[in-house]
């Protein structure tokens, strides 16, 4: 079997379909807020975090969300499009989550929000939505999009 047949085959139970629809549905949704609100969600907010170049980066990861969300609903190409998320969940965990925990800047990326409470259990709370979305498309890199997805249709012999 050829590195592309292995990439999108279909494993996976019929339930990776859950999976899918909250995981794509999630970044389907952020997708598009940043579009609709870019001060907010993606350009002004990247700035005040300290992301280089966010008015590139702001719609960028906004069409990523947006498109590769969608893409894991559908279960098309449901590992590259997992894989991509994955690296923006990361760097998004990297950029905001990282801070609160050490309670001041890290690698440039500053806090975008006075809370006198820092650290471990506040990461935790704020990140709750991050790691819950991580873990999901680790699951879907790992197993697959399931017999209910495009992948499956696209394989058929």
Known sequence: MNIWKKIISPTGANANILIRLVV???FLNEGILKFL???????GRFAK????????????????????????????????????LFIDISVAIVTTKIPV???????G????FSDPQYGFLSMVHEACTDFS????????????PGRWSADALITRP
């Open 24 to 26: 794509g549905g999630v």
């Open 37 to 43: 609100y870019p001060m907010m969600q993606a350009s």
């Open 49 to 84: 975090i300290g992301i280089p170049y966010p008015d590139v980066f702001g719609p960028l990861v906004g069409a990523v969300e947006t498109v590769c969300g969608l893409m894991v609903i559908l279960g098309l190409l449901t590992r590259p499009a997992a894989f991509a």
């Open 101 to 107: 925990l050490l309670g001041h800047s890290f690698l």
């Open 109 to 112: 990326f500053s806090l975008i």
């Open 133 to 144: 979305m991580w873990f999901g498309l680790l699951f879907l890199l790992v197993t697959g």
